[in-house]
Nanobody, 121 residues
Framework: QVQLVESGGGLVQAGGSLRLSCTASGSTRIMGWFRQAPGKEREFVSA????????FYANSVKGRFTISRDNAKNTVYLQMNSLKVEDTAVYYC?????????????????WGQGTQVTVSS
């Protein structure tokens, strides 16, 4: 069992920045971030393969968001810059213990509690 603890959400104006953190209690192969806006399905945002450090992004956040990891702290970060109103959502950290389709929510075995990100105009 892997527990994920998230932090870092909040309210920010459009164009601003936020950094999300997610600390895992055990080893995983893939760490991902997903988000869900009201009335919409959960969607992939970004992922990092823990061993290789390879990173992946949704087209909607590419160039604005950066995912990184700290091996010593077993923590993954999502630095979000140039935030837009449409980035408003609950952001979830997720962990997969097997390799595979990093963009598919069903691939992930464990989920954080979610953290609200609200971007105002």
């Amino acid at each position: 069992q892997v527990q994920l603890v998230e932090s870092g959400g909040g309210l920010v104006q459009a164009g601003g920045s936020l950094r999300l953190s997610c600390t895992a209690s055990g080893s995983t192969r893939i760490m991902g971030w997903f988000r869900q806006a009201p009335g919409k399905e959960r969607e992939f945002v970004s992922a990092v393969f823990w061993s290789s450090g390879n990173t992946f992004y949704a087209n909607s956040v590419k160039g604005r968001f950066t995912i990184s990891r700290d091996n010593a702290k077993n923590t993954v970060y999502l630095q979000m810059n140039s935030l837009k109103v449409e980035d408003t959502a609950v952001y979830y950290c997720a962990a997969a213990i097997r390799g595979g389709s990093y963009y598919y929510a069903g691939q992930y075995d464990y989920w954080g509690q979610g953290t609200q990100v609200t971007v105002s105009s």
